[in-house]
């Protein structure tokens, strides 16, 4: 059973940082994609930023210059360093995992609260 573990989320002033962590039961490898989605209150659930097996790296168009996606293979962990927070950046984030064979299976953290102050 896959387990994704999402932490790090907070209260944090306009302009500030966060980093979001996400271990995974799993080996990265494991997965085709990882990543992190957010959901804000009344909106759908969206792609913030993506890396592959391969390296390649996709961000939203509103993160891009701001956040940052890793992984450490070795913990098992996904990061998203999240800087020069907007207001608009409050939301719930949820760290994916995707697998795409012998069928597409998408697996999901609980979600953490990140909450910016304007």
């Known amino acids: 059973q896959v387990q994704l573990v999402e932490s790090g989320g907070g209260l944090v002033q306009a302009g500030g940082s966060l980093r979001l962590s996400c271990v995974t039961s799993e080996i990265i490898y494991f997965f085709n994609a990882v990543g992190w989605y957010r959901q804000a209150p009344g909106k ?5 930023a993506t890396v592959s097996n391969g390296g390649s790296r996709n961000y939203a168009d509103s993160v891009k210059g701001r956040f940052t996606i890793s992984t450490d293979v070795a913990k098992n962990t996904i990061y998203l360093q999240m800087d020069s927070l907007k207001p608009e950046d409050t939301a719930v984030y949820y760290c994916n995992a995707r697998r795409v064979s ?3 299976n998408d697996y999901w953290g609980q979600g953490t609260q990140v909450t910016v102050s304007s």
Do not use: K
């Open 102 to 104: 012998p069928v597409i």
């Open 44 to 48: 759908q659930r969206d792609l913030v």
